[in-house]
């Protein structure tokens, strides 16, 4: 939740004392920045963009 330190500490905590699920979290991370940042992707919006085809 926003603006609770205690629940982040507690979530930091559990990744710390958990070595599988900070892995997994890592993993997971890694596909979605592939998959979001994907140069490909990028430049294509880029020329949508200049081309005044973005929205």
């Not at 710390?16 to 490909?40: C, H, P, Q, T, Y």
Request: net charge negative; no cysteine; proline share 2%.
């Amino acid at each position: 939740p926003v603006k609770d330190s205690f629940a982040l500490s507690e979530a930091i905590q559990d990744l710390i004392s958990n070595s599988e699920k900070r892995n997994n979290m890592a993993n997971e991370g890694r596909k979605l920045a592939e998959r979001v940042f994907d140069i490909s992707l990028v430049i294509s919006k880029h020329l949508e963009i200049y081309d005044g085809k973005g929205s």
